[in-house]
């Protein structure tokens, strides 16, 4: 399960040391929330005993600020693309939009004074979309580049997507397993022995099925935003992926043990 995780830190450098204190701080934060769940909140000795790590770690971890990958779910400007892509799917001709208009016509200004309720100036939106490649600006005009909110020009943004859809994912499948009732929708298809264009069509055909389906959650999802009141705390997401490769490729194979002989008898 981890594997993922540890091939992508390895991709950027990360060693054993950053490893072992992204675990240690995690064992502490999650030891916390279970004591918080049952109605307590922990003191130094009870986290150290939980997580077993000494008290002098812990009472570290406990007094330093947390830096956290930002929140891509609070982004003004992926709040602003979601909407615009379901105007668009209603009215192609939306994908081109005056910045600001007269009021009579849609206009990529109330757009986004919309979709960030009326926080985020929509000049300061704009020049974040267009510095992602999601849209362009030309003589007035605003065009749609993008078919999602996928940020791959950074990699910072890139990381946190990763980190919330990834981490919901396995939070749902961890729910499912300790019991929770009703279980939580967690289901996924599998074929092996089949050919890489055949998993490439079936990639492309999932792709524009989530496509619908999108459009539509989306469009519940803001009308369910819309009609709730400030103290409304509840927060779903939804997700779809697909990972394929061919497991003929060396470099996906699976380790060797390197106690082994390739001549031992099984």
């Not at 289901?187 to 055909?205: N, P, Y």
């Not at 394929?244 to 194979?253: I, M, R, S």
Request: net charge neutral; charged share 25%.
């Amino acid at each position: 399960m981890l594997r993922p995780v540890v091939r992508l830190a390895l991709s950027f450098g990360l060693k054993h040391a950053h490893f072992e204190a992204m675990l240690r701080d995690l064992l502490i934060d999650e030891a916390r929330r279970a004591w918080r769940a049952k109605g307590a909140e922990p003191n130094i000795s009870q986290l150290s005993v939980t997580t077993g790590l000494n008290r002098k770690v812990v009472t570290a971890k406990v007094r330093e600020s947390a830096e956290t990958l930002p929140h891509t779910e609070t982004s003004a400007a992926a709040k602003t693309l979601t909407l615009w892509l379901q105007m668009v799917m209603d009215d192609p001709a939306l994908r081109s939009l005056p910045i600001v208009s007269d009021g009579e016509t849609a206009s990529f200004d109330a757009v986004a004074r919309h979709a960030s309720r009326g926080n985020v100036h929509h000049r300061t939106i704009l020049v974040e979309l267009v510095r992602l490649g999601m849209a362009s600006e030309k003589d007035g005009r605003v065009e749609l580049e993008a078919a999602g909110f996928v940020p791959a020009k950074d990699l910072q943004s890139m990381l946190a997507f990763l980190g919330d859809n990834a981490r919901d994912h396995l939070f749902a499948g961890v729910a499912n397993t300790l019991g929770a009732d009703p279980p939580l929708l967690e289901r996924s298809v599998f074929a092996s022995g089949i050919t890489v264009e055949d998993c490439e069509r079936i990639h492309q055909l999932a792709r524009k099925r989530w496509s619908t389906l999108h459009h539509e959650l989306t469009r519940e999802m803001t009308r369910a935003y819309e009609a709730a009141d400030s103290s409304a705390s509840g927060r779903v997401r939804i997700g779809i992926y697909t990972y394929y490769e061919d497991t003929a490729d060396p470099a996906n194979a699976a380790p060797v043990d390197p106690t082994k002989r390739s001549d031992d008898k099984a």
